[in-house]
């Protein structure tokens, strides 16, 4: 793709966006801060509308390539920006996730493999989609989180053709439009639901096409950070025996953001750079073999996990305040 065609889509999502923002604020699709937020400023809700939109527009100006995937990506944005105007109930939404997800599998031809391959990938693309939506908090985090995938992913794409570049690149030209509004002190606007769920659907969808075509699960940790702050926070929210079906503000970069005050871009930052030096260590040092990958995970969650109690501190993980 010419940088001539890149600086026109750039300039059409950045008039998109602007769109959204004046049909936004019309019908008050507002973002208003309550007790387990971490901001607070009214903030137009959605602006990650641009991440689907723009995959979705893409066969007007280009080839019809995806197209169960787009179809997928259509339904998963829809009843997710439905959700952030009127919240639905999690069975309706389930439902229509299972959809786009069932279509997702079409697309790659995942339900050619055996049946248990198939439970576990669905487990796994409901679960990153959750992830990537819980870890939605804060301004710029998502951004540059799914920058830093999708940029890897790309250079990756140029050492192992798995899909269209251009497709690729438009993903990531969304995101760049989006954090113009949304990496800053006072964001323009959220991702909402539509944002954090229709990015983990397009991340999740460029890395099964990498894992299939390279038959190299390893690729799985270019979300490790993301799933290490989620599960971890699910752990110990049992062990404090917590409802973890309720919402709640106890992820590690919550209590960077609330407790320890840091700045949210400086939190979204670290996140981001973290996850990028993994990365860097994944195409670099870790080889192609389960073990390494296993032990891998293992000592970066148990490394994830003492800077957890160190700057959390023994109580605040594991004892339940609210009980007494």
């Not at 049909?23 to 607070?40: C, E, F, L, Q, T």
């Not at 248990?116 to 989609?129: H, S």
């Not at 269209?164 to 989006?178: K, Q, R, Y």
Request: proline share 2%.
């Amino acid at each position: 793709m010419s940088v001539y065609i890149i600086v026109i889509i750039l300039f059409f999502l950045l008039v998109i966006e602007i769109i959204y923002f004046k049909i936004a604020g019309h019908y008050n699709v507002i973002d208003k801060p309550n007790h387990r937020s971490s901001h607070s400023n009214l903030t137009i809700r959605g602006g990650g509308i641009i991440f689907a939109l723009a995959l979705l527009l893409y066969p007007l100006y280009n080839d019809l390539i995806y197209p169960w995937f787009l179809l997928g990506l259509l339904i998963i944005a829809f009843i997710s920006f439905i959700d952030d105007v009127r919240p639905l109930s999690s069975k309706l939404r389930i439902l229509f996730h299972s959809i786009a997800v069932a279509l997702l599998f079409i697309q790659i031809h995942l339900f050619t493999l055996a049946f248990y391959w198939v439970v576990l990938a669905l487990i796994f693309v409901i679960g990153t989609i959750n992830a990537i939506n819980f870890m939605d908090g804060i301004n710029g985090i998502t951004g540059l989180y799914g920058l830093v995938a999708l940029g890897t992913l790309y250079y990756t794409n140029t050492l192992v053709r798995f899909t269209t570049d251009s497709f690729l690149l438009t993903a990531i030209l969304s995101v760049l439009v989006f954090n113009f509004f949304n990496f800053r002190k006072k964001a323009k606007c959220f991702a909402g639901d539509v944002g954090s769920v229709s990015i983990a659907f397009i991340i999740v969808f460029f890395m099964f096409q990498l894992i299939l075509k390279t038959q190299d699960v390893r690729y799985i940790l270019l979300l490790l950070v993301y799933g290490l702050d989620t599960s971890t926070t699910i752990i110990f929210r049992l062990i404090r025996k917590e409802n973890v079906l309720e919402a709640h503000r106890s992820h590690f970069y919550q209590y960077l953001a609330n407790e320890q005050k840091i700045p949210h871009l400086i939190v979204a930052a670290i996140y981001g750079l973290v996850q990028l030096l993994i990365n860097i260590a994944l195409l670099s040092f870790v080889p192609h073999s389960l073990p390494v990958i296993l032990l891998f995970t293992i000592l970066s969650a148990v490394l994830f996990v003492g800077v957890r109690f160190y700057i959390e501190g023994t109580s605040h993980l594991l004892k339940n305040t609210k009980a007494k």
